[in-house]
């Protein structure tokens, strides 16, 4: 069921050496190796810091395992100093661009205009642009969740063809369930927001997923969801046998 299957996937953030992630990127690709069926069931990607990523998808290539970017500049080349552009990332591997997560949107000014402007560079390059949008908590208790992300949504991907909204993934990850500090979503939680991004999105992107602790003990009922097409995972998957746990729940 692969054209189906759930996408589960996790960043690393800012965590692993190159060691680390060389390790993790070897045992994950043995182990789907020797269990040929969870890669039918299942897509995974891996969202290592640029430090690790042309390691990581040296390791993985022909795994079947997509690897990504935390981030990549809009622009190609250039004075940017500190900046990756997408065809760098490219160039060490990675397939996929991660996007206006809403830790880069809180402390690095990532805006709507930004975000649009790296889906287009992500697109333009041929890679995967992975849309992250979440609202706080104050906007959930005001019940403004659903327009709130929606804005998120149509800011990053205004003026885009069908065909190229047919290669973006969505993740809605409400800023209240990330980290360490938040709570997992319920399902009941999950229901209004899922709905709307699908009904306006879901038939045109390529799919949408959900994260904000997502751990072995909560993944099997979100994923149960209609309206949840895959898993974005931090923490719980950042050792190998726990992300390993979650592919096998999909
Ligand atoms: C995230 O930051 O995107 C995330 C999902 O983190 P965690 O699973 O650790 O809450």
Redesign the pocket.
Known sequence: RIDGAPWVGT?W?MTKTLAEGREFARGLAEALAAEPRLRERVRPFVIPPHTALAAVAAELEGSGVVVGAQNAHWEDAGAWTGEVSVPQVADAGAALVEIG???RREHFGETVETTAAKVAATLRHGLTPLL?VGEPAEVRDAGGSAEHILAQVRGALDGLSEEELGRVLV?Y?PIW???EH?RPATVPELEAPFAALQGEFGSRTAAILY????HQDNAAELLAMDDVDGL?????AWRLEGYLELLRLA
């Open positions: 960043s953030k997560h809403s830790e992250c993740a990850e369930a990330i980290g938040g994260g904000g602790s997502v974005f995972v931090g923490r719980a």
